[in-house]
């Protein structure tokens, strides 16, 4: 096994990403991200990984550069956050549309306005429908090892979609965490040459990013759509050979004390490891509570989460994002639907934590466990609240 | 796309709608939604090409008798022609 060593996650990534075998890479700085751009430019010019390093000069830039290399043929990688994610936005359902396999880690934050450089999901979430499938980490060792297992999933040939790997803003990018990096061998064993479907050559022409009016539009959004749904077989027979290689084994939908669990909680990203806290002191007290993480944002793992819920009475779902004037949180919309025609589910809550990188701690978790426990005539189902509001 | 008849299903669209077969964009008819067709009278025609250089589909063509007409699997239906057309030789006419 690996030896573990202390390094900040945002470099660890960048040092991840350069155990790829990249061709190239175009980064924007920005907070929280920027230490990837840093390092993996570091990495570049110090000539310990033979990349092209582009610099660009907005994330829209970055974005459209990686775009076109992807079409080369070429492994790239990028990586943004908050208002860089937002201006890149008009050009992600064309690299999905164009199944370019490019890999993005995105270091959370919320977005403007007011303007503001701390961690929530209100970046991630406007993305929801372009068409990536989207991972997220909960802790350094995760952001590695999605990291480098998003250009094998990215690049299967039944595949060919981009991927994003969501990384809580300073939360975990500014964290030192003791790390294990893999093997440089088994890495190169486990991430073979990109083999793409077609390349931008002048030797053999073709188009890419066509024209296509009503006649067709309908049948390429249905292409796209199952393409992204047929990727979750791909992600878990890459989790299952990289459980095989390194020993880390990864799913959709993790779970903590959750099988015998009348209370569960569910978490995206980096606040499962303090809500795990918040759960063992709970047991402790004979309530017993557990805990639902979703690593797979999309493709949206359905029969998963039904299959963890399926005998809880109460589930509370947090969310670090706000629909405005919708129904919730957006992963509350999307549990929602997924049971909705479940005969036996539980009563559902919804908190909206950490908005804006406020803290969100043990003590927090637990006074949501007991305020649900507490609503005895589950007069707060279905219903969403900002947790810790001043009023 | 070139290779049946009819349309393509959704499962035999190319990986990323590639199209692999260069200089074919001339087989993807793109005039289906015209919804007025410019219909020439060559008895007011002056054979000048106004229409010919304005159309910005390219789509307008010379006969062999120097009178112009247009390619209907491209023509949208814009009307840039005959709004171009100063002997008023072009009229526009409702798609059946
Ligand atoms: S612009 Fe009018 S007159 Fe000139 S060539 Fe075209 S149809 Fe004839
Ligand atoms: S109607 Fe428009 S597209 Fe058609 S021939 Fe005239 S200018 Fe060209």
Not at chain 1, 26 to 50: C, F, R
Not at chain 1, 99 to 119: C, E, Q
Not at chain 1, 317 to 333: I, L
């Amino acid at each position: 096994m690996a030896k573990r060593i202390g390094m900040e996650v945002a470099v660890a990534v960048a040092e991840a990403v350069g155990q790829c075998d990249i061709d190239m890479a175009a980064v924007y700085p920005i907070t929280p991200q920027s230490h990837i751009a840093e390092h993996l430019s570091d990495l570049v010019a110090d000539g310990k990984i033979n990349a092209e390093f582009v610099t660009v000069e907005s994330e829209h830039s970055a974005m459209s550069a990686v775009i076109g290399a992807s079409g080369t043929g070429a492994r790239v990688y990028t990586a943004t956050s908050s208002q860089g994610l937002m201006l890149m936005h008009e050009l992600l359902p064309i690299a999905s549309g164009m199944r370019l396999p490019i890999v993005m880690g995105i270091a959370n934050r919320a977005v403007s306005g007011p303007l503001n450089i701390l961690n929530d999901h209100s970046d991630i979430m406007p993305q929801r429908d372009s068409g990536w499938i989207s991972l997220f980490a909960e802790n350094g060792q995760e952001a590695i090892d999605l990291s480098i297992q998003a250009f094998k999933i990215a690049e299967h040939k039944d595949v060919q979609l981009p991927v994003c790997v969501n990384i809580d803003g300073f939360q975990l990018t500014h964290m030192v965490e003791p790390l294990e990096f893999p093997d440089q061998e088994l890495v190169n064993k486990f991430l073979p040459t990109r083999v793409p479907y077609a390349t931008l050559h002048p030797a053999k022409p073709v188009t890419m990013g066509a024209f296509s009016m009503s006649d067709y539009f309908t049948e390429i959004m249905k292409a796209k759509d199952e393409a992204l749904k047929n990727s979750k077989k791909v992600i878990l027979e890459v989790w299952d050979e990289w459980a095989k290689m390194f020993g880390r084994s990864y799913k959709p939908v993790e779970t903590y004390k959750a099988e015998d669990a009348d209370i569960l909680m569910l978490t995206m990203g980096s606040m499962g490891e303090t809500a795990e806290m918040a759960i063992d002191g709970l047991r402790a007290k004979g309530v017993k509570a557990g805990l639902i993480k979703l690593r797979l944002w999309r493709p949206f793992p359905f029969a998963e989460i039904k299959a963890v819920v399926k005998n809880a009475k109460k589930l509370i779902v947090t969310d670090r994002a706000v629909s405005f004037g919708g129904p919730g949180g957006p992963v509350f919309s999307e549990i929602k639907s997924a049971l909705y025609a479940e005969i036996q589910r539980p009563a559902i809550y919804n908190y909206i934590i950490g908005l804006g990188g406020r803290d969100v701690t043990v003590p927090d978790f637990v006074h949501m466990f007991e305020k649900v426990i507490a609503d005895k005539a589950n007069k707060a189902v279905d219903t969403y609240e900002f947790w810790g509001v001043r009023e | 796309m070139t290779k049946r008849k009819g349309l393509a299903t959704w499962q035999e669209i190319t990986t990323g709608c590639v199209v692999f077969d260069p200089g074919s964009a001339s087989e993807y008819h793109t005039g289906s939604w015209r919804a007025q067709r410019p219909v020439w009278d060559n008895q007011k025609c002056i054979k000048c090409g106004i229409c010919y250089i304005f159309c910005p589909e390219g789509c307008v063509q010379q006969s062999e008798d120097g009178f112009f007409q247009a390619n209907m699997d491209y023509c949208k239906g814009c009307g840039i022609c005959a709004h171009e057309c100063w002997p008023r030789a072009i009229a526009m006419v409702e798609e059946g």
